[in-house]
């Protein structure tokens, strides 16, 4: 039977606003599906996003929305959190809000230890202000504003979220759909602050900068460069080079989490009273 | 016996031409009609949904029993 999104989608808000064949619209279905199996519950369920075409997301899903300013979605969900510890708070955005202008909160988050969820999707480009480089815009990629190649390296969200101190981090491709539900639903259910990568395709401002022909030239990319992490045991370097890994890339269950280690605290600050 | 065939739905108010449902579909059962996606080969579909899990729009529906 097909699946029913209509049940978590706010009436009369679709058609979305993003692109043909952008790669927002899978992982906003794949989020869908995960809140369906873990049977969230709409009101204690907070969907929090910052500025820019992922974070457009909260527009369109039925549960307790906050759109917020540029790069502070976590510093809002945070928020939101401490205030109330016993919600489910999902983080979304892209890489330039998440990893650019929100760089200091989203480390800061992950050094924390607080249990939310922070779903990046990672189209390798600001898409919604005209086509800029990220901090994860591939080098020698080209850009609005570098449009003789980008001398930078990118980042590795997945490993800057481990070196931060998130212990859950995953990542997934848009390509690989049927994974996207799965990786989102591990990650809300792991006490502590997960993130979950998901390589997107941005075929207005950075497909047709980046000599791709099409959408599906796009996805055949990321089908291309994605490789399972089991997978990959098997593999020799040599064969893993320009490859990225998908699949859950870290979990680490021993770290105290934030709101626990902070309810201890108001308990020590009132006993000292 | 005989194979029950699904219904396949296209919302053509939400489907934005991005050929993704036609590409990966691997029996080759939806076309490019005009701007939208359309049913070609109905008997052809194994039921994979790969073009509802695929499609960014919503504009699919694989509608099995």
Known sequence: MAFDYDKYLRPGKLPHIW???????IVMKGLIRAMDTLNLKKEETA??????????????????????????????????KMAKPEMNVILV???GDGTAIGGNHFI??????????????????????GGQF?????????????????????????????????TFVARGTAFHANQIDKLIAEAIQHKGFSVVEILDDCPTTYGRRN???????????LKDVAVPVKAAEKMTAEQLQGKVLTGVLYKDETKPEYTAEYAKVIERATAAK | MEKKLPKIEIIEKYCKGCH????????????????????KNLEACIK???????????AIKVITE
């Open chain 2, 48 to 58: 994979c949904m790969q073009c509802e899990l695929r499609c960014p729009d919503f």
């Open chain 1, 19 to 25: 692109c043909p064949g952008c790669g927002h619209g």
């Open chain 1, 134 to 166: 990220s901090p994860c815009t591939p080098t020698g990629a080209k850009a609005s504003t570098t449009p003789y190649g980008n001398p930078d390296p990118g980042f590795d969200i997945a490993k800057l979220a481990i070196g931060a101190g998130a």
């Open chain 1, 47 to 80: 969907v929090v996003s910052g500025i820019g075409c992922a974070s457009r997301l909260p527009g369109y899903i039925d549960c307790c929305t906050l759109h917020t300013a540029h790069g502070r979605a976590a510093a809002f969900a945070t928020g939101v």
């Open chain 2, 20 to 39: 993704i449902c036609v590409e990966f579909c691997p029996k080759d059962v939806l076309e490019m009609k005009g701007f939208y996606a359309s049913v």
């Open chain 1, 211 to 221: 000599k791709y022909k099409s959408v599906i030239e796009m996805m055949n990319r």
């Open chain 1, 93 to 95: 955005g892209g890489d």
């Open chain 1, 108 to 129: 800061h988050a992950c050094r924390r230890n607080i249990n939310m969820t922070y779903i990046i999707m990672n189209n390798y480009i600001y898409g919604m202000t």
